[in-house]
Each structure stands twice: as structure tokens, then as C-alpha cells.
């Protein structure tokens, strides 16, 4: 039953993200699971206009506390933090700040302007079935920036009838709009000791478990 409703959900997003993403900055995924610590590709797929790409950054969405780049040795990535009005126990300690920006930079060997790059990386996603999360980002090359920064107009939410034709006209409205994904609500956590039995062995009913 959720499958067909993530299904129905993958389709009108591609839909709307057909035609326009592959000129510009996308992710991998259309949805995610509220919840979830989820592995994401942001793919470059060019440089600023006929310049090569010597970095990215983007911004972790408001909500996002839990971010992270994979390792790759063929960029330097820093991270730029934001100070938590009160600590939160994260992995099983405080912090106090969290990532606010991640950027690669440096690279081994620029990346040619027609050229394409997936950069990973993983975040945990916000309580926040239905909503639409949209990560700002901003191609760097050597004289210029490619920023795919811009919002909706109005927010975006997966619960409206209208959501396919309006994500669809935000996606068309500028050349440079924000990668954005779906956030969906789970079945089951993540972590399988978080678990009831029920919902561990998939039996009918897990979901009306997991609301009580």
C-alpha cells in the first residue's frame, strides 16, 4: 500500500523534474523518509557556463541537524557550523553546534565544464512527512558561481492536489531552483531494535502499530 503511494508520489515529482534537472544540479532521490538517516548524490551536471568546476557548496536545510559528506579523496571538504540555542544528544553525546554548510573544494583535477560529478553525502531527515526539502547549492568555478538557490513562491507540500502542476511551474519558473526532495512518512523506523515484533515480520496492521 505505501509502496503504490511512494510510487504515485516518485512519478509526479519526476514528472515535474523531468525536463528541467538535467540542465541543472540535482539529487538522486525524489523522497525520503521522515526519520531516516539518508545517503544522498547532489549531481553536478556542468560547469558555469564554459568554465570548469572547482567546488560546490550547499546549504543543510532548516530542521537538519545530523549532516555529513562522504569521504572522497578527490576534493577537501570543510564544513561551516551554526551554534544550537541548547545542546541536543546526538550519537550518543552533546553538541552544541551542527553543520550549517558543507563545501568540496580543492579538487585533484578540476572537473571540465561539460563535464558531470556526483558529490555524497548523508543527512537525517526531519520528522516532517509531506513536506518538500529543498537544499540549496552553489557550483563554484574559477570566475564565477553557478547558485541553484532559488524557492517557491509558495511552499511546496505533497498533500495538495496541486502539487505535481505547482512543483512543475516552480521547476520552470527559473533557471536555477533549489534541488528538492520529498519527505515521506515511514512505515517502520529505521533501526531494526526500534521495531514492535509486528512490524519487524511486515505483518498487516505494522503501520496502525506504529501510529499508537
Same mark, same amino acid.
Given at each position: 500500500?505505501?509502496?503504490?503511494?511512494?510510487?504515485?508520489?516518485?512519478?509526479?515529482?519526476?514528472?515535474?523534474?523531468?525536463?528541467?534537472?538535467?540542465?541543472?544540479?540535482?539529487?538522486?532521490?525524489?523522497?525520503?523518509?521522515?526519520?531516516?538517516?539518508?545517503?544522498?548524490?547532489?549531481?553536478?551536471?556542468?560547469?558555469?557556463?564554459?568554465?570548469?568546476?572547482?567546488?560546490?557548496?550547499?546549504?543543510?536545510?532548516?530542521?537538519?541537524?545530523?549532516?555529513?559528506?562522504?569521504?572522497?579523496?578527490?576534493?577537501?571538504?570543510?564544513?561551516?557550523?551554526?551554534?544550537?540555542?541548547?545542546?541536543?544528544?546526538?550519537?550518543?553525546?552533546?553538541?552544541?553546534?551542527?553543520?550549517?554548510?558543507?563545501?568540496?573544494?580543492? %579538487? $585533484? /583535477?578540476?572537473?571540465?565544464?561539460?563535464? #558531470?560529478? =556526483?558529490?555524497?553525502? &548523508?543527512?537525517?531527515?526531519?520528522?516532517?512527512?509531506?513536506?518538500?526539502?529543498?537544499?540549496?547549492?552553489?557550483?563554484?568555478?574559477?570566475?564565477?558561481?553557478?547558485?541553484?538557490?532559488?524557492?517557491?513562491?509558495?511552499?511546496?507540500?505533497?498533500?495538495?492536489?496541486?502539487?505535481?502542476?505547482?512543483?512543475?511551474?516552480?521547476?520552470?519558473?527559473?533557471?536555477?531552483?533549489?534541488?528538492?526532495?520529498?519527505?515521506?512518512? %515511514? $512505515? /517502520?523506523?529505521?533501526?531494526?531494535?526500534? #521495531?514492535? =515484533?509486528?512490524?519487524? &515480520?511486515?505483518?498487516?496492521?505494522?503501520?496502525?502499530?506504529?501510529?499508537?
Amino acid at each position: 500500500m505505501l509502496k503504490s503511494t511512494l510510487f504515485a508520489t516518485a512519478a509526479a515529482v519526476g514528472l515535474a523534474l523531468a525536463a528541467p534537472a538535467s540542465a541543472h544540479n540535482a539529487l538522486d532521490l525524489k523522497e525520503a523518509y521522515a526519520g531516516y538517516s539518508t545517503p544522498l548524490t547532489l549531481n553536478v551536471n556542468h560547469g558555469c557556463h564554459a568554465s570548469p568546476v572547482v567546488g560546490l557548496r550547499i546549504k543543510v536545510p532548516e530542521g537538519i541537524v545530523d549532516a555529513k559528506a562522504a569521504f572522497d579523496p578527490n576534493w577537501t571538504v570543510e564544513y561551516k557550523m551554526r551554534k544550537l540555542d541548547k545542546p541536543i544528544m546526538m550519537h550518543g553525546r552533546p553538541v552544541s553546534e551542527v553543520p550549517d554548510e558543507i563545501s568540496w573544494s580543492n %579538487p $585533484v /583535477k578540476q572537473l571540465p565544464a561539460d563535464g #558531470w560529478y =556526483p558529490f555524497k553525502f &548523508r543527512m537525517t531527515m526531519p520528522e516532517t512527512p509531506n513536506k518538500v526539502l529543498h537544499v540549496k547549492a552553489i557550483t563554484v568555478c574559477p570566475d564565477a558561481t553557478d547558485a541553484y538557490i532559488d524557492m517557491p513562491k509558495e511552499e511546496l507540500r505533497v498533500d495538495d492536489p496541486d502539487f505535481a502542476k505547482k512543483a512543475w511551474a516552480f521547476m520552470t519558473a527559473t533557471p536555477t531552483p533549489a534541488p528538492f526532495l520529498v519527505i515521506r512518512e %515511514p $512505515v /517502520k523506523k529505521q533501526s531494526p531494535w526500534e #521495531w514492535t =515484533p509486528e512490524q519487524a &515480520r511486515g505483518e498487516t496492521g505494522a503501520q496502525e502499530a506504529m501510529a499508537k
